[in-house]
């Protein structure tokens, strides 16, 4: 079975501050990949980043950073002096390849983080 | 090209009625995923198709709900006598070769 617990419902914090986001993952896949999503509030899941299961190093893209540790089947998110234009639910998802499945993705409950000013 | 569309952005209906939406994909897509996505909870998966082809249902597709691709561009999910808990986001997302998926806006369904 597949599956992505992102264990923070909510998370607030004030403009500046470094905020990191969880995710843990289950997959008896090999090669799999994992994704990070932000859904604001209009509605639209807008795609963030992608990781391939046998690629660890991190990633930097501006105020934003990865961290894949498979040691731990973690993939969690930093933003680095957070803005308000951040607030927004982000998701994280799996997406196996193998086990039958064609390709559809795996969402964690999502977290719902707030920046206020 | 600017993106996956879907029509409607909302929908009010009476419980038993049905509904239709529909999903553009990107052009040069050819891979399609319908979602439903609850308030609170992540999306979750309902169909996919490749091209024209359904390749694969999730159990949660029961059979009031039917999607089709007939040309292997836009998409259309039905859903025959809809219920109460039928209320929900519907969101459609393609890609290509790459792995992402990109998400349309969705259609919000609110069953009365």
């Known amino acids: 079975a597949q599956k992505v617990t992102q264990a923070q419902t909510e998370i607030s914090v004030v403009e500046k501050e470094d905020v990191t986001l969880d995710c843990v993952y289950e997959?008896?896949?090999?090669?799999?990949?994992l994704f990070w999503y932000k859904q604001p509030p209009s509605g639209e899941l807008v795609f963030l980043i992608r990781?391939?299961?046998?690629?660890?190093q991190n990633e930097i893209s501006g105020r934003y950073s990865w961290n894949f540790q498979k040691s731990t089947s973690s993939f969690n998110f930093t933003i680095t002096a957070s803005q308000v234009v951040d607030s927004a639910v982000y998701f994280c998802?799996?997406?196996?390849?193998?086990?039958?499945?064609?390709?559809?993705?795996?969402f964690g409950k999502g977290t719902k983080l707030s920046v206020k000013p | 090209d600017t993106g996956v569309s879907q029509n409607p952005r909302h929908k009010i209906t009476k419980r038993g009625q049905n509904v239709t939406f529909r999903c553009d994909p990107i052009?040069?897509?050819?891979?399609l995923y319908w979602y439903r996505q609850t308030l609170g909870q992540g999306p979750e998966f309902l169909t996919y198709?490749?091209?024209?082809?359904?390749?694969?249902k999730s159990r949660l597709l029961s059979d009031r709900f039917s999607a089709e691709r007939p040309k292997g561009s836009f998409s259309t999910l039905e859903i025959q006598r809809t219920e109460q808990g039928d209320s929900a986001m519907y969101l459609c997302?393609?890609?290509?070769?790459?792995?992402?998926?990109?998400f349309g806006p969705g259609t919000r369904l609110t069953v009365t």
């Open positions: 990781r391939n299961s046998f690629d660890e």
């Open positions: 198709f490749q091209n024209e082809a359904q390749l694969e």
């Open positions: 997959t008896r896949d090999t090669t799999y990949y």
């Open positions: 997302a393609s890609r290509s070769q790459v792995e992402e998926q990109y």
């Open positions: 052009s040069e897509h050819n891979r």
């Open positions: 998802a799996l997406k196996g390849i193998h086990g039958g499945s064609q390709g559809n993705l795996i």
